[in-house]
């Protein structure tokens, strides 16, 4: 017997899995992680891009409101960070990008930040209610398939 299970994650977690999240995604795209203090001078003058993260909603009380975390590729800066509702949102600035380039550029490193989220939360549960992974792969479309038995 087999079951297929689509997942569409809601983020919830506190600010340091979201933090882990985004760290490993920058790694992976070829981004490095900016020094808090790195972060205002270079974000002057530049074309900005802002939107919420889709199917995501922070509830740690631990996260601070205003708390962020921002990566850097070439001209391109993305900064994660909880707005004064309390939604995790995703800004991207760059000189050298148009808008539509930008919102992009956000998309694809939101989705993948929400994708790595998704998937330790999952590994994670599925240790804790004893199941065991028999196969996993990561398609073209950068999609992962987990295949899992129930050892309990």
């Known amino acids: ?22 760290t490993g995604v920058a790694a992976a795209m070829g981004f490095s992680v900016l020094a808090p203090q790195n972060i205002e001078k270079k974000t002057v003058a530049r074309r900005r891009v802002e939107s ?9 009380e631990m996260m601070d409101r ?4 921002c990566i850097q590729r070439d001209d391109v800066i993305v900064e994660f960070g909880r ?5 995790c949102t995703v800004c991207v600035t760059g000189e050298k990008h148009t808008k539509a380039e930008l919102e992009e550029i956000g998309q694809e490193v939101s989705g993948r930040v929400v994708q790595q989220f998704a ?4 590994m994670t549960e599925l240790k804790n209610r004893h199941y065991s992974i028999v196969e996993e792969s990561v398609e073209r479309d950068e999609s992962i398939q ?3 038995r129930f050892d309990g």
Do not use: F
Not at 11 to 20: E, K, M, N, T
Not at 66 to 69: A, D, E, F
């Open 1 to 22: 017997m087999s079951t297929v299970c689509v997942l569409t994650p809601i983020v919830i977690g506190s600010w340091p899995a979201i933090a882990s999240a985004v």
């Open 52 to 60: 919420e993260i889709a199917n995501s909603e922070i509830i740690d």
């Open 66 to 69: 205003g708390q962020r975390i």
């Open 83 to 87: 707005d004064e509702r309390g939604a």
């Open 119 to 122: 998937y330790h939360k999952l």
């Open 146 to 148: 987990v295949r899992v």
